[in-house]
């Protein structure tokens, strides 16, 4: 209750510090990391990944602090919706939509995720591998 509570007025622009300080996605939704920032609205934030690994890559975060897909429902309905909608702005805003785009969500160290904070890498602008969930190779024993 009480984070459901702390989470609206920090969405509504009334608690100006994050929840997760550390966090340097917070930093960046506080103003006090650096971004390039391309789309904001009221739930969401997007931005130029600073690892590209397209020649569009894109990140796109609530700005309420949820670690990752596994507390999505941390986030209201509204922001949910603003998630997928900023996805499909940004991608038709850098030019993408009609040649293709991917979407994708890191949930949890074993999917590599590197920041604990949910966010959507748009990426294209390019041919993409078709592959990009394959596990490491395994060695053999």
């Known amino acids: 209750m009480l984070r459901r509570a702390l989470a609206l007025l920090f969405t509504a622009g009334l608690l100006a510090a994050s929840p997760a300080s550390d966090c340097v996605f917070c930093r960046i939704v506080a103003g006090t990391a650096p971004s390039r ?4 609205n009221q739930h969401v934030l997007a931005f130029w990944d600073i ?3 397209a020649k569009v890559h894109l990140l796109v975060i ?3 602090h949820v670690a990752s897909l596994k507390e999505l429902d941390e986030l209201s309905v509204e922001a949910r919706a603003a998630l997928l909608s900023a996805c499909v702005k940004v991608a038709k805003d850098q030019g993408i939509l009609d040649e293709g785009f991917r979407v994708i969500s890191n949930a949890g160290k074993d999917a590599n995720q ?3 904070h949910l966010h959507f890498h748009v990426a294209g602008g390019e041919r ?3 592959d990009a969930i394959s ?3 395994r060695k053999a024993p």
Request: aromatic share 10%; no cysteine.
């Open 135 to 137: 596990a490491e190779p």
């Open 62 to 64: 609530p700005k309420q």
């Open 37 to 40: 920032k391309v789309y904001e």
């Open 128 to 130: 993409l591998r078709e």
């Open 114 to 116: 590197s920041v604990f």
């Open 51 to 53: 690892r590209p690994r």
